[in-house]
């Protein structure tokens, strides 16, 4: 089993709500990020997680709440979000945080609209 | 600015032909990777080349790495309608924990 799945695929939320977003591997990966992808850019990396360890975290607002409950489950809580956080939220993993070495694998994404 | 620059921004092309996208960047890297996006979802992993290779294949891609200028080309030969999609380069810098990806180039095969 190759993939990541993520659940929901598109999320439409006010700015006072509270949702999450919710990625899950079952390759035996120990390494799970994170991206926010805006229309035509590159994905951006918001967070790692290494062993359940949140290993990067690139300045994100408080906003996005990230959770590793297992090795195999990651989760992104919004709350008090902003339109212009309206975007593709990808999520990724690999075999191990050792870049000389593994590449990531992509799940769908979650397309989220603030309104 | 970006660590990955990639050339040209667009692309497009009859079936069969070949597709050529470039990818530049800034600081020493351990690896480069590049990774195929159809619209609106997300990346798949191409192919992975490390700093210490010139050249590696897999299928119809190849791929080339020029440390000393900083540069890379990603090669589909024979492209299909089904290649359409955009391509990303993305840089694993030394010291660093993360992938840093390159704009990309939107590739349009016609048919």
């Known amino acids: 089993d190759t993939e990541v799945t993520q659940t929901p695929k598109h999320l439409v939320m006010g700015m006072t709500n509270k949702k999450s977003l919710k990625c899950e591997q079952h390759?035996?990966?120990?390494?799970m990020y994170w991206y926010k992808q805006k229309a035509k850019k590159p994905p951006e990396l918001m967070f790692v997680?290494?062993?359940?360890?949140?290993?990067i975290n690139e300045s994100v607002p408080s906003r996005f709440s990230p959770e590793c409950p297992n090795s195999s489950l990651l989760n992104l809580h919004l709350h008090a979000l902003q339109p212009e956080d309206s975007a593709l939220y990808l999520c990724a993993s690999s075999q191990l945080l050792d870049f000389t070495t593994y590449e990531q694998y992509f799940g769908p994404g979650t397309r989220l609209t603030v309104t | 600015s970006q660590q990955g620059e990639e050339d040209p921004q667009a692309l497009s092309i009859q079936e069969g032909e070949n597709a050529t996208m470039n990818c530049s960047y800034k600081?020493?890297?351990?690896?480069l990777q590049w990774y195929r996006q159809n619209s609106g979802r997300g990346l798949v992993h191409l192919i992975l080349i490390r700093s210490n290779e010139r050249e590696k294949h897999s299928g119809r891609l190849r791929v080339t790495l020029d440390t000393s200028k900083k540069s890379s080309s990603l090669l589909i030969t024979a492209s299909r309608a089904a290649d359409t999609a955009s391509y990303f380069c993305?840089?694993?810098?030394?010291?660093?924990?993360?992938?840093?990806f390159g704009q990309g180039t939107r590739l349009t095969i016609n048919p």
């Open positions: 390759m035996g990966h120990r390494a």
């Open positions: 993305a840089t694993a810098i030394q010291g660093a924990q993360k992938l840093v």
């Open positions: 600081t020493s890297i351990n690896n």
């Open positions: 997680y290494s062993y359940e360890k949140l290993s």
